[in-house]
């Protein structure tokens, strides 16, 4: 089984940063992309950022345009989103995916990590 395991959470005043780290073990696997999503109290889970390792192509929510970069390491396991100008809105859980190679959908999910930002 491959597991995800998020870290780098944590409680940052408005205009802070944090940098979310994630790890992929297990047996042998790929991924052709990794990806950020947040959930926050009430809300549905929503797309923030992911990375195609093949072209290193990325894409970003609109609100965090600007604010957060995602980027990972060349071994293609390990994915960062660095997180700038945080903002009380950007308070959630957030969790990090992976999407294996013929897959449409990301099949694998870390278990999350919570971001407080306060104002």
């Known amino acids: 089984q491959v597991q995800l395991v998020e870290s780098g959470g944590g409680l940052v005043q408005a205009g802070g940063s944090l940098r979310l780290s994630c790890s992929a073990s297990g047996r042998p696997f790929s991924f052709n992309r990794m990806g950020w999503f947040r959930q926050a109290p009430g809300k549905e889970r929503e797309f923030v950022a992911r990375?195609?390792?093949?072209?290193?192509?990325?894409e970003y929510a609109d609100s965090v345009k600007g604010r957060f970069t995602i980027s990972g390491d060349n071994a293609g396991n390990t994915v960062y989103l660095q997180m700038n100008s945080l903002k009380p809105e950007d308070t959630a859980v957030y969790y990090c995916?992976?999407?294996?190679?013929?897959?449409?959908?990301?099949?694998?999910w870390g278990q999350g990590t919570q971001v407080t930002v306060s104002s």
């Open positions: 995916a992976g999407r294996s190679p013929g897959w449409i959908t990301y099949n694998y």
């Open positions: 990375v195609t390792w093949n072209g290193g192509n990325t």
